[in-house]
C-alpha cells in the first residue's frame, strides 16, 4: 500500500510539474509573440521604411509620406493643366501656373525612392521636366504646355503605379469640367 502511495504521489508531483512547465513555454510563447509584433511596430516606425515610396502605399502623409509627396506632385501638376480654378471658377493667371509647377517641383523633390529602376529614371525625369518649365519663365502662351503634360503624365503613371489609382478631373478641350459618366 506504501508503493500505491508512493507512486501516487510521484505521479501528482510530476503531472503537476509537467503542468507548470507547460504553462511557463506557453506564456513564454506568447511573450516572444508579443515581442515579435513589438519588432514589427518598430520596423514600421522605422523612418527609412516609411519614407520611401511603396507600391500600393496610399496617400497617407504618417505611414507613406512619400506616397503623399507623390500625390500632391499630381494635384499641383494636374491643376497647372487646367485652364481655370474649380474653387474659384477664374482662369490661372501665369503666376499662379508658376506656383503650382514650383510646387510640384518642391512635392517630387521630397520623395524617396531608394531602388534603381524605370521608375526612378521617371522620377528623376519629371524633376528635370519641371526645372526646365521654371527656366523657360513666365509668362507663357496659355496653350503652351508642353512640359506641363509632360510632367503630369509621367506623375500620373507613378501615382497609378504606387499609389494604386490617380483620378483626375475630367475636362473638355477648353479646359471646363465634365460630369464623369455613370
Known amino acids: ?3 500505491v502511495i508512493m507512486s501516487v504521489g510521484v505521479i501528482s508531483v510530476a503531472t503537476i510539474a ?18 515579435t509584433e513589438t ?3 518598430s520596423y514600421m516606425s522605422d523612418p527609412v521604411h516609411l519614407t520611401s515610396l511603396v507600391a500600393d502605399g ?14 500632391e506632385a499630381h494635384q499641383s501638376i494636374a491643376k497647372a493643366m487646367l485652364k481655370q480654378s474649380f474653387e474659384t471658377d ?3 493667371n501665369p503666376d499662379m501656373v508658376e506656383r503650382l509647377v514650383k510646387k510640384t517641383e518642391e512635392e517630387l523633390q521630397k520623395i524617396d525612392y531608394d531602388k534603381d529602376d524605370d521608375k526612378k529614371e521617371k522620377l528623376e525625369k519629371a524633376i528635370e521636366l519641371t526645372h526646365k518649365d521654371i527656366e ?24 497609378e503605379h ?8 475630367n475636362v473638355n478641350k477648353w479646359g471646363d469640367p465634365v460630369a464623369d459618366e455613370t
Do not use: C, W
Request: net charge negative; charged share 30%; proline share 5%.
Open 1 to 3: 500500500m506504501k508503493k
Open 136 to 159: 523657360q519663365g513666365y509668362p507663357k502662351e496659355n496653350d503652351d504646355k508642353v512640359y506641363i503634360e509632360k510632367i503630369h503624365h509621367i506623375a500620373h503613371g507613378l501615382l
Open 90 to 92: 477664374k482662369p490661372y
Open 39 to 41: 519588432n514589427d511596430d
Open 58 to 71: 496610399e496617400n497617407d502623409p504618417e505611414r507613406y509620406p512619400s506616397n503623399h509627396y507623390l500625390y
Open 18 to 35: 509537467l503542468f507548470i512547465f507547460s504553462t511557463d513555454q506557453t506564456n513564454s510563447k506568447v511573450q516572444t509573440d508579443n515581442n
Open 162 to 169: 504606387f499609389n494604386s489609382k490617380a483620378n483626375d478631373i
